[in-house]
């Protein structure tokens, strides 16, 4: 055997033990005996001059380099959109369907900082960061360091993988325990301080790693889906980390998403969140993206503070649409400035499947005034006791219906649907009666002062006064006044709070702003199922809920008495005068002589409307530098576009 063949066969040899122990973190050989290999393989490299292209000697950290290098990435690398409320994640997932029947994949959304590795001929050739998408900064010498990563492959062509380099937080640990005069904040800065640094050697002594998740670009095949591509990247000798859920459903996608809130508390890695994919590449074409983010994809970011608590008891709530939702006391614990001495469950299957009994140890989460949320068992201890699920409504009695894994109270004159359609009403977001609270509510309607929205209407002074003329406890002369006030107020509603007050089931926030643009209320009703099922947030579920609420006698009643008690919901009067009066605009791409939102700003005080993508209703297209796939959508639509050179012509018009 010649010097060449020795030290391929050492490369070989030495690459296996080390994907064996920093890949699969299941080595084979001790240390000392990788030592000794590697010692024969540096010497032989001395000795010949020689050194191949995958030798595990070029990962030591180099020279520093004066500055990085900008490169161009072969397929631009997006950015994700972020949800942080389950009405966001539920119009994503009403977008997708419209696209076709897609699965969806689960995965960590890793801290760190994202890395573009390139292939060729099956060698690796170049490390860059993300960038703003379209080109990044070369930190090869710094990637270099990472052993977590192939330099062969067997793939041929030319290849780009996305990964996430990140440092685990026991790394962390262990670094500032050896440096506490100068200790690393945490582990995303991290990780991208390491990757950014000048000096490969400091990148190296951070000992990072890299995770990864997708395939950026191939030249030659094509990966069908995100799960084809996570098996490529592990046959191929990538890190990847082993959760990785394929979801039929939306409702799968939020029990892998509660999956990971779980359980990120018990792993080595910095995360803040889940990403959602559409698995098929097809539907992913079909949906395109938009100039910053795929709209096959999302984050779901998680903000919200957790804490551990047990599970005294667990009691039954009725909501305003009837659903039976569990409720759980718990011990009092601190949560987001607040104590927090109840947490909700979404229904019996998720109580169920969480593990929840009464006894439990259990993580709850509190996001800014979202109510609490328990998030899964932790532990159970002795004598814990199961859940028992109700068979008749525990407020009226009714018979409850099982529909999927929700339990339903049919009865619409059941107490605390009504009380929650009227505090849903008053919030903040709909009819905003400020200081109607859901107490208040519900000591109105135990008298027999409010049982319908147009109730509140009717409200006089002496509806807070008792049999002897005197105000009930509690209600002082000004808060009577201050309540009544706030009533008058909100007969003057903005049409899509009006809409989302109404509690059609379905339509949030999202919803009801697009049904709003059509202008009326009276327009809304008109809407046929096909013209419902066009709308971007509306899906067949939601189309069928807007008709069934319409076609309704005494809804259509009660909005006739909304009418008449002087309820005037109206739409924000558009500039009717102005160069862009009419328009529907896009802006697309960058533009060098203002921001975006400036640009935005400037087309609506011209009378214009801008939207976020294109669309039948777009009429012109303004495309600054680098603009991305809204162009061709924009042509195919035969919809005008101008640069930005017009554009600034029009503003001056």
Known sequence: MNDTERMRALIETLNRWAYEYYVLDAPSVPDREYDRLYDELKELERETGTVLADSPTRRVGGEPVKGFERHTHISR????????????????????????????????????????????????????????????????????????????????????VRGEAVIRLSALEKYNAAHPDDPLKNARNAAAGAIRNLDPKVTATRDPEILFYDVNYMSEGELPSQEEAQKFLRREGFKLYPFFRICPTPEAVKEAVDEIEVER???????????????????????????????????????????ESSVKRVFWQVGRTGKLTPLAEIEPV????????????????????????????????????????????????????????????????????????????????????????????????????????????????????????????????ESFLDELGKPFEGFGEKKIKNLLSAIERSKRIPLDRFLYALGIEGIGRVAARDLADLGSIERVAALTFEELLAMEDVGEVTARSVLAYFADEENRAELARLEKAGVEPFV??????????????????????????????????????????????????????????????????????????????????
């Open 77 to 160: 690398l997006y950015s994700l959109d972020k949800a942080v409320s389950e009405d966001e994640l539920d119009a994503f997932f009403t977008r997708v369907k419209k696209a076709g029947d897609a699965t969806y994949t689960v995965e960590y959304k890793y801290d760190g900082l994202t890395v573009c590795l390139t292939y060729e001929g099956g060698e690796f050739v170049r490390a860059t960061t993300r960038g703003n998408g379209v080109e990044g900064e070369d930190v090869t010498a710094q990637v270099l360091t990472v052993k977590s990563f192939p330099l062969k492959i067997s793939y041929r062509g030319v290849l780009e």
């Open 572 to 653: 924000k009067e558009k500039i009717s005068v102005g160069v862009f009066a009419g328009q529907s605009v896009v802006l697309t791409g960058t533009l060098t002589t203002m921001s975006r939102t400036e640009a935005q700003k400037r087309i609506e005080e011209l009378g214009g409307v801008c939207q976020s993508a294109v669309s039948q209703k777009t009429t012109l297209v303004i495309a600054g530098e680098k603009a991305g796939s809204k162009l061709q959508k924009a042509a195919s639509l035969g919809i005008p576009v101008v640069g930005e050179e017009e554009f600034l012509k029009m503003l001056n018009t």
């Open 334 to 461: 601190e949560l987001a400035g607040a104590t927090v001495r109840r947490a909700t469950l979404n229904n019996f299957g998720d109580l169920t499947r969480k593990d929840v009994k009464v006894g439990s140890r259990v993580l709850v989460r509190r996001s800014n005034e979202v109510i609490p949320e328990i998030l899964g068992a932790v532990s159970h201890v002795d004598g814990a006791t199961p859940v028992e699920k109700p068979a008749v409504c525990p407020y009226c009695g009714s018979a409850v219906k099982e529909v999927g894994a929700n339990l339903f109270c049919p009865n619409e004159a059941c107490p605390p649907r009504v009380v929650q359609k009227l505090t849903h009403y008053c919030s903040k977001n709909a009819a905003d009666v400020d200081g109607m609270s859901e107490a208040t509510l519900q000591f109105l309607f135990e008298r027999g002062k409010v049982a319908r929205f147009s109730d509140l209407y009717r409200l006089t002074p």
């Open 265 to 307: 508390k018990h792993i080595d890695y910095l995360t803040d969140g889940a990403v959602i994919k559409v698995n098929e590449e097809a539907i992913r074409a079909d949906m395109g993206a938009t100039d910053k983010f795929p709209r096959w994809a999302i984050a779901y970011k998680f903000e919200a503070e957790e804490a």
